[in-house]
């Protein structure tokens, strides 16, 4: 079992920045791949970035460019430096985790997901 716990979320003006946490505990010992996926009102969950346990990385077009997803394995941490926000961004943000390796974007992928942590970003 893998459990991630995620932080940071907040509201923010357009244009801001915000750097949202996932620190995943269990057993970490095997390679976790880990990614953030959103779920905005009224609409499907979609990927934004995935890191594979090799280093991988992957985002969705939607925020290429505007953010970045990051891993400190010592902290078991992953992170989401979320920079030039619009309100297309407003979601609710969920860690997701999977023993073994991909840096797919698609939720069926994980099996480890946490509570989520809302992002808002007003006009």
């Known amino acids: 079992q893998v459990q991630v716990v995620e932080s940071g979320g907040d509201s923010v003006q357009a244009g801001g920045s915000l750097r949202l946490s996932c620190t995943a505990s269990g057993s970490t010992y095997t390679p976790v791949s880990m990614a953030w996926f959103r779920q905005a009102p009224g609409k499907e969950r979609e990927g934004v970035a995935a890191m594979n346990a090799d280093g991988t990385i992957k985002y969705a077009d939607s925020v290429k460019g505007r953010f970045t997803i990051s891993r400190d394995n010592a902290k078991n941490t992953l992170y989401l430096q979320m920079n030039t926000l619009s309100p297309e961004d407003t979601a609710m943000y969920y860690c997701?985790?999977?023993?073994?390796?991909?840096?797919?974007?698609?939720?069926?992928?994980?099996?480890?997901w946490g509570q989520g942590t809302q992002v808002t970003v007003s006009s």
């Open positions: 997701a985790a999977v023993r073994g390796w991909t840096s797919s974007l698609m939720s069926l992928s994980y099996a480890y």
